[in-house]
């Protein structure tokens, strides 16, 4: 990993984090979106009414329907793509010789 200089100091700057209530964590998505999720980070990591409303928000529009029977199947048909018309017609197949 580095030296143990590095280690230290990274062991240490986590014990601080962790004293205020934070933590480090990774998380996967697209590039476009990257400054998005920092910036809600940021919002969420302060301690203000508006970070408190924010989580709020975020957790019910998240959570209502997940968190229901049936919640996620109720999601997936709400999306656009559940208006299409998926149906194929039945034919007999073509005649061959044996």
Known sequence: MGSAAQTR???NYRKRLSKRGMARFE????????ELIR???R???ESTPEAEKM????L?????????K????EILRSWPLAELNLTR????????DL
Do not use: C, H, N, Y
């Open 70 to 73: 049936g919640g996620l199947l």
């Open 55 to 58: 989580r709020a928000s975020m």
């Open 9 to 11: 100091a990274i062991e």
């Open 89 to 96: 017609p039945f034919e007999t197949g073509r005649k061959i």
């Open 27 to 34: 998380v996967v998505g697209l590039k476009k979106d990257r």
């Open 60 to 68: 019910q529009t998240i959570s209502v329907k997940a968190s229901t």
């Open 43 to 45: 919002k969420l990591a």
């Open 39 to 41: 910036e809600v980070a």
